[in-house]
């Protein structure tokens, strides 16, 4: 299926999209620093450049969009224009993302992957909750784990 739009209509759109502040990591990071957690943001010396870095605790979250890392929940929906395009995309985005954990785990660093549907769209816990599982994360002796929406029984 061709593409609804034309080419430079579809750069400006996908250049809208945001790769780090996004809203989901701007809400994480104002309700943890009202908390009391300091962080660092995008710290390039670690593999990934991972969005919120807890140098002190040996701790990296990561903000992900259901989207952009296929997240098997609501708000993941395959493309229905440009298939190939966006399997190979989203495939590669992946594979970094695996690259990512192995690398920080390499280091001895631990990680938590907040999903956007845990803040966002039906199957979202809410914000605050989001941020008080983080916070009790961060100041456990767990390991790496992983914060998504949940779904709703029919």
Known sequence: ????????????????IR???TKPEITLRKGLFARGFRFRLHAKNLPGKPD????????????????????????FRWPSSNVEFWKEKIAKNREVDARTRLG???????IL?????????????GAEE????????????????EISGVRRMP
Do not use: N
């Not at 299926?1 to 809208?16: E, L, N, P, Y």
């Not at 989001?130 to 784990?145: E, F, Q, Y």
């Open 130 to 145: 989001v941020v008080t599982r983080a916070a009790a994360w961060l100041t456990s002796d767990s390991g790496d784990d």
């Open 52 to 75: 919120i870095v807890f140098p002190r605790l040996k701790s990296v979250i990561l903000v992900h969009g259901c989207f952009w890392h296929r997240h098997d929940c609501t708000l």
């Open 1 to 16: 299926m061709a593409d609804v739009v034309d080419k430079a209509t579809r750069s400006r759109m996908m250049s809208g």
């Open 113 to 125: 992957t907040i999903w956007e549907c845990s803040m966002k769209g039906p199957d979202r816990i």
């Open 104 to 110: 920080l785990h390499s280091l001895d660093w631990k």
């Open 19 to 21: 790769g780090k502040d």
